[in-house]
C-alpha cells in the first residue's frame, strides 16, 4: 500500500464548479506539500503546511494530522485550472528534506 | 531569478549510451533534488544534497545512476549504462536553506533510451 493515498485519481469538473481534492498519508509527517503540475510538464509548488488551512487566491489547503489526511479545494474553478495535483509528505519528525508523493489528481475544467 | 536550470530538455538515445544531465539550481539554494517521473510510479526522489554533500541516495535505483555536486551551482545525473526502463522525465529541484521550504522545480529533461 502506498504511504500517501489521493482521491479522486481523475476529475471532471464544469467551470465555476467547487473541487475537492483528497489526499490521505499512514506515516508520521512533519509537513505536507500541495504541488499542480501543468498539462506542460511544469511543477509548481502550491502550499506547505503542517497544521491548520492556508489560502492563496481560490485555493485553499486544509490538514488534519490526527486523522492524517489533508485536502485541496479550488472555489469557482476555471478551465485554467485544469492539471495534475500532487500531494506530497516529508516524513517524521527529524531533519530529512525527503518528499514521498501520492500518484496525483487529474483534474480537467471544462468551459 | 532565472528558476532552476535542467539541460538537456529533451534526450534520446541507444541502449547502452551514457546519459548525462544537468542542473543549475537557484543561486542562494543550498539543498538540491533529483526526481524521476514515470507514468507508473509517479514522481520518485532519486537522491538530494544538502550543502553539496548527498544526504540521501536510498532512491537511486541501481549502480548504473550516479549524481554529482562538484559546488553550489552545478549538478550532474549520470546513467551509464541507458536502458529503456530508464525512459521517464527527470527533474531537478532546490530550495532555500533552512528546513520545510517549498522546493522549486526546474522544467524537466524528457529521456528516451531506444
Known amino acids: 500500500k502506498n504511504e500517501v493515498e489521493q482521491s479522486p485519481q481523475n476529475l471532471t469538473a464544469q467551470e465555476g464548479e467547487f473541487i475537492t481534492i483528497n489526499c490521505s498519508y499512514s506515516?508520521?509527517?512533519?509537513?505536507l506539500h500541495w504541488l499542480q503540475q501543468h498539462p506542460g510538464g511544469g511543477i509548481v509548488s502550491l502550499f506547505m503546511?503542517?497544521?491548520g488551512k492556508k489560502k492563496h487566491g481560490r485555493l485553499i489547503a486544509t490538514i488534519n494530522i490526527q486523522e492524517k489526511h489533508s485536502s485541496l479545494h479550488i472555489t469557482a474553478s476555471h478551465p485554467r485550472d485544469s492539471a495534475v495535483y500532487i500531494c506530497?509528505?516529508?516524513?517524521?519528525?527529524?531533519?530529512?528534506?525527503?518528499?514521498?508523493f501520492g500518484k496525483g489528481t487529474k483534474l480537467t475544467v471544462n468551459p | 531569478d532565472a528558476g532552476v536550470i535542467q539541460s538537456p530538455r529533451h534526450e534520446v538515445t541507444e541502449m547502452g549510451q551514457e546519459v548525462t544531465l544537468r542542473c543549475k539550481p537557484i543561486?542562494?539554494?543550498?539543498?538540491l533534488f533529483w526526481y524521476r517521473q514515470t507514468m507508473m510510479r509517479g514522481l520518485e526522489l532519486l537522491i538530494y544534497?544538502?550543502?553539496?554533500?548527498?544526504?540521501?541516495d536510498s532512491g537511486m535505483p541501481e549502480d548504473r545512476f550516479s549524481a554529482k555536486m562538484p559546488n553550489a551551482s552545478f549538478s550532474t545525473l549520470k546513467i551509464q549504462p541507458s536502458e529503456p526502463r530508464d525512459s521517464a522525465v527527470y527533474f531537478c529541484a532546490s530550495s532555500p536553506p533552512g528546513l520545510g521550504h517549498e522546493q522549486f522545480f526546474g522544467p524537466g529533461t524528457r529521456l528516451t533510451v531506444l
Open positions: 543561486s542562494g539554494h543550498n539543498s
Open positions: 506530497a509528505v516529508r516524513k517524521g519528525q527529524g531533519g530529512s528534506e525527503k518528499l514521498v
Open positions: 503546511l503542517s497544521s
Open positions: 506515516v508520521g509527517i512533519s509537513a
Open positions: 544534497f544538502n550543502n553539496n554533500v548527498p544526504i540521501d
